[in-house]
């Protein structure tokens, strides 16, 4: 836990991209930004700052170019603000990566989230958006980025139907009714867990991860009637476009780190991958052929950071991305020799 309140931008940004961003941070960080209207924009320039670092720390030009330049007496830094720590930044590192990357980033709002009562009926986030619910019986219900759920609260039962998007679920304990999502032809039965569901209808794909507890997940079998699977916490469920049901491992830091603007992908196809992060991008990420979507991809990105995905994109496979009116096209490029 932190002990005091963040004064500065710059102490919010260390505040915000700590993965500790309580509920009560995030209060103090609306009321922050309220005061003057410099405050967003100092935010801002504060959370370019630590988007540059994070690019230069992986970047084997500006690492070149931070060599020559702590070599060079005459050195001008720019002082950036990394995990906790500050990292001194030549500035003619940081100048090449402006140059290098054309930098559209992200708006302050997807660091945190809204809180909201649900009552029955529907819960939309619009894309790039966070938004957490408190569900009629205790329970939360936060909603990634252009995600859509209908709650249907009974007697007997809670039901949360999931019609697309990324959910995490704190679920609180009631044995004798049951916590039931619904998404396509899955159900996730539980009695009271923290478990996230990440559902892409038009893909026919979908991952469950338990955070916390025990959760139940019921599928169609290929050839055969419905199946159960239980799962324990730090375990994953991925169903695939192919009908099938793989049972991985992940940490519970990484299945419900989006919730605080951090997208993990652990050898993921990359069709997969652009249709998670396009719920945060203004304009969406597209293959230029289905060849290019089976690459796999693993590593952390910020949500709604378009270029760092394309550059990373482009160090891993040559791929380029094209600007259009309405979205980002991914092209080899021809110049780029890759390994298969």
């Not at 040559?318 to 390994?339: H, I, N």
């Amino acid at each position: 836990m932190f002990r005091s309140k963040p004064k500065t931008a710059a102490e919010w940004m260390v505040r915000i991209s700590s993965g500790e961003l309580s509920d009560r941070d995030r209060r103090d960080l609306e009321t922050w930004l309220a005061l003057k209207p410099e405050n967003k924009k100092d935010l801002e320039r504060s959370r370019q700052l630590w988007s540059f670092s994070a690019q230069l720390r992986n970047s084997p030009a500006a690492r070149s170019l931070l060599e020559r330049d702590e070599a060079s007496e005459g050195s001008k830094y720019w002082l950036v603000f990394g995990s906790l720590r500050r990292y001194l930044v030549p500035a003619a590192a940081a100048a090449a990566v402006i140059v290098a990357v054309f930098l559209s980033l992200p708006q302050i709002g997807q660091f945190f989230s809204s809180s909201r009562i649900a009552a029955d009926g529907g819960a939309t986030t619009a894309r790039g958006e966070i938004a957490s619910y408190t569900l009629p019986d205790g329970s939360t219900l936060t909603l990634g980025a252009a995600s859509t759920a209908r709650i249907a609260f009974n007697d007997k039962q809670r039901i949360v139907y999931l019609s697309g998007g990324e959910g995490f679920f704190d679920v609180k304990h009631n044995p004798a009714r049951p916590f039931i999502v619904v998404a396509g032809k899955k159900r996730v039965v539980v009695t009271g867990t923290k478990f996230n569901i990440d559902y892409f209808p038009k893909e026919s794909a979908m991952q469950v991860a338990v955070v916390e507890g025990l959760v139940n997940v019921t599928f169609p079998a290929p050839n055969a009637g419905p199946r159960t699977m239980p799962l324990r916490q730090n375990e994953v469920v991925q169903f695939p476009a192919n009908g099938s049901a793989v049972r991985r491992f992940m940490t519970a830091t990484h299945a419900s780190a989006w919730r605080e603007g951090q997208l993990y992908f652990d050898d993921a196809e990359l069709s997969e991958a652009l249709a998670s992060v396009n719920r945060y991008f203004p304009k969406p990420l597209v293959v230029s052929n289905p060849e290019m979507g089976k690459r796999t991809v693993t590593g952390m990105f910020r949500a709604g950071d378009v270029h760092a995905v394309l550059v990373s994109l482009n160090d891993l496979y040559g791929f380029k991305g094209k600007e259009l009116a309405d979205k980002w096209l991914l092209v080899q490029d021809s110049k780029a020799a890759r390994p298969n």
